[in-house]
Nanobody, 127 residues
Framework: QVQLAESGGGLVQAGGSLRLSCVVSERSSPRHIMGWFRQIPGKERQFVAGMRWSAGSITYADSAKGRFTISKDSAKNTVYLQMTNLKPEDTAVYFC????????????????????WGQGTQVTVST
């Protein structure tokens, strides 16, 4: 079974930056969508950014546009989320996930379309 492992979370002041990494234990097909989600206790998991593994399509939540960048290194089976100008409301546990290969692009923000999840990494932004 595929495994995903996030790293790079931590405590940062507002306005700072962090880069999250997600290593996938096996190669992904071009049709897989890699997604970043975040979750606050008691709240539903929220879509942040998504990328088709072929890198032909990328999408962001409105809250992430202009501040976050999703990218990948195919040779390392790794997906990144570069986060800049962080705000206290970005505080959450961040998860990476891989969709089913059959997931259509319009469903990229739907967590139910993702079968494989990492354990999450905590991001805390202080004022």
């Amino acid at each position: 079974q595929v495994q995903l492992a996030e790293s790079g979370g931590g405590l940062v002041q507002a306005g700072g930056s962090l880069r999250l990494s997600c290593v996938v234990s096996e190669r992904s097909s071009p049709r897989h969508i890699m997604g970043w989600f975040r979750q606050i206790p008691g709240k539903e998991r929220q879509f942040v950014a998504g990328m088709r593994w072929s890198a032909g399509s990328i999408t962001y939540a409105d809250s992430a546009k202009g501040r976050f960048t999703i990218s990948k290194d195919s040779a390392k089976n790794t997906v990144y989320l570069q986060m800049t100008n962080l705000k206290p409301e970005d505080t959450a546990v961040y998860f990476c996930a891989r969709s089913r290969a059959s997931t259509i692009w319009s469903e990229a923000a739907n967590p139910a379309r993702y079968d494989d999840w990492g354990q999450g990494t905590q991001v805390t932004v202080s004022t």
